[in-house]
């Protein structure tokens, strides 16, 4: 129809004339309420953005000397992560002479994987550079 008589209409009932497709041919119009259309598409993005999974890299840190028992706490905060959807990166710090023995960190590193197999997947092998020695793992 004519965009003279479509503005007469939406403006008999009250409402807008609202162009929904420009690029169409003919172009495609409707007559809507522009403040509650605008309204509820704010809505609609908001709940999109809300339903979006935002992931993070967890950082979890360690020392060649680090007990079992603070090994064991440190792998329940990462399978809660890892829970979560995050992936989790082990970093075990070296000073001194302990970069003499990178095989006790390589040794940590091992036994949180052993743990975390059920739910995890390794992402990056454990790599030793400058004085730390790193590990990332995913969520399966």
């Not at 172009?27 to 908001?46: F, N, S």
Request: net charge positive; with cysteine.
């Amino acid at each position: 129809m004519p965009t003279e008589e479509a503005l007469a209409r939406a403006q008999e009932r009250g409402l807008d004339l609202l162009e929904v497709a420009p690029n169409a041919r003919p172009p495609v119009c409707k007559i809507v309420d522009a403040g509650k259309w605008k309204y509820e598409q704010a809505k609609l993005a908001r709940e999109a953005k809300r339903k979006q999974s935002h992931h993070e890299t967890k950082q979890i840190k360690l020392r060649p000397k680090t007990d079992d028992h603070d090994l064991e706490f440190k792998t329940r905060h990462a399978k809660r992560f890892l829970e979560e959807g995050n992936k989790v990166q082990f970093v075990v710090r070296f000073r001194g002479r302990e970069n003499a023995h990178p095989e006790t960190g390589r040794a940590a590193l091992d036994k949180i994987m052993a743990e975390l197999t059920e739910v995890a997947r390794l992402e990056r092998m454990p790599k030793y550079e400058s004085r730390m020695m790193t590990m990332l793992v995913a969520p399966k």
